[in-house]
């Protein structure tokens, strides 16, 4: 039987289609926030420098009469749609913790004793260099990796890249996310208006309760996830963004048609469509409409909620929430004062956190638990693509700048760490991929 081909209008070929390529290419969020971060840069030490740095600080209001919450610009990107990245990293904790890479307690122990070495060192070796005061506080920034850059280069090397290495760098960064989080939560929240905090452990109740009854339908959670938890916590003291990941906790993760369920509805729906008799024109008829919506209904049964988010957020995340968010932090001003940025202690300690204490940490920790019999390297993983993977998780981007915001107030020591981050989110990604390019191939004889 001959499958008929089907005819691709010129919208289909020269503009979906192609963007379909690029929005499902794991390379292209890393270029895109690597791009909007070299753009910040720029502009930053541009003729237009004021008013780009002057555009972060309008004022944006939102409500109505006499209540409004007004606040800048960087603080909306910064703490509204940042809680949108932190709700899908939290989408991403809870389906790997379900059935991802961390479901396995023995197949996840690696990357997560990875991730705890990954964290713990920078932190140590960034108050090495800032042992008191206040620049004390900025021990939090080279914890992080950012995942989009590190597996966006792990995905620019194709097949010189063994899949467990893949696996074992997504679930040391989904890991390290995790502890970030944790991080926020403990240590770097501000003054907490108990009242606020109620209401919104009340909202999460709610939630809680929904999963648990079964409610599936994601505008609900969505209402009074943002409506509801997000706002007390932004208003509480405690940051918002933990109530992003507090809220993806909530959604669904069960379907209501199992896998043989949905195979047999949808079996019979298409024999049902098949014997439709057809109009032998481009519209369907009636009763074709009438299967189709059948099907889509229960293609949509058989898929979990917290499946169907993560899906359609994570182009809006990758694409437009984290380059902005890049554009409105990455910005710094390079003068002849920037040598005194690069000799500072929160740029030396940040840099050097990053750099050496995340391939320290990361490799150490590996190595301590596989000497000791409690877990292994994988067949096709070498010691080489574990010093290589410990460089690229010194990558830290993201979640540092956003940390940075929080763990300082006066602007100076900010930029500092700015450097720190960006200097050693080069020069680590540069060495990492530098040595995996070069390790052996899968399949050979370990290095």
Not at 74 to 91: K, S
Request: glycine share 8%; charged share 15%; hydrophobic share 50%.
């Amino acid at each position: 039987m001959v499958t008929p081909s089907i005819k691709k209008e010129p919208v289909d070929r020269w503009i979906i289609d192609p963007m379909k390529r690029f929005l499902s290419n794991s390379t292209m969020s890393g270029i895109v926030l690597f791009s909007s971060a070299l753009l910040a840069i720029i502009l930053s030490n541009s003729p237009w420098a004021d008013d780009f740095h002057h555009l972060w600080e309008i004022n944006v209001s939102v409500g109505f009469h006499d209540w409004q919450l007004s606040k800048s610009l960087h603080h909306w990107i910064n703490d509204g749609l940042m809680a949108v990245f932190f709700f899908v990293v939290g989408l991403e904790l809870k389906r790997e913790i379900i059935s991802g890479e961390l479901s396995n307690p023995r197949a996840a122990l690696l990357p997560i004793v990875a991730a705890i070495g990954g964290m713990l060192v920078p932190a140590l070796i960034y108050l090495i260099f800032n042992p008191s005061g206040e620049v004390s506080g900025g021990w939090g920034i080279p914890m992080a990796t950012d995942i989009a850059f590190a597996l966006g280069i792990l995905y620019l090397l194709g097949d010189k890249v063994p899949v467990s290495l893949k696996i074992f760098l997504t679930a040391l960064a989904i890991a390290d996310d995790l502890g970030a989080v944790l991080v926020i939560a403990f240590f770097y929240t501000s003054d907490i208006n108990m009242i606020s905090l109620i209401t919104g452990a009340g909202f999460l109740l709610v939630l809680v309760v929904a999963n648990r009854i079964g409610v599936s339908n994601t505008l609900f959670y969505g209402i009074v996830g943002i409506g509801g938890l997000w706002l007390a916590f932004l208003m509480s003291g405690v940051h918002a963004t933990i109530a992003a990941v507090l809220a993806a906790f909530t959604i669904p993760a069960r379907v209501k048609y199992s896998e043989s369920i949905y195979d047999k509805k949808l079996t019979d729906l298409l024999a049902q469509f098949r014997n439709a008799r057809p109009n032998n024109s481009p519209t369907v008829t009636t009763e074709q409409l009438h299967i189709l919506e059948k099907i889509r209904y229960v293609s949509k049964k058989a898929l979990t909620p917290l499946q169907r988010l993560e899906h359609s957020m994570h182009p809006l995340v990758a694409f437009i929430i984290m380059p902005l968010f890049a554009l409105a932090n990455a910005g710094i001003t390079l003068s002849a004062n920037s040598l005194s940025l690069l000799t500072s202690s929160i740029t030396m300690g940040v840099f050097f956190g990053l750099l050496i204490g995340k391939v320290t940490g990361v490799v150490g920790f590996v190595t301590i638990i596989t000497k000791l019999k409690w877990a292994e390297l994988p067949k096709d993983f070498t010691r080489r693509h574990l010093l290589g993977a410990g460089f690229l998780a010194g990558i830290g981007f993201t979640m540092s700048l956003f940390i940075s915001n929080l763990a300082f107030e006066q602007k100076i020591y900010v930029e500092e760490a700015k450097m720190g981050i960006l200097l050693a989110s080069v020069v680590a990604g540069l060495i990492g991929y530098y040595i995996i390019k070069t390790a052996k191939k899968p399949g050979s004889l370990k290095g």
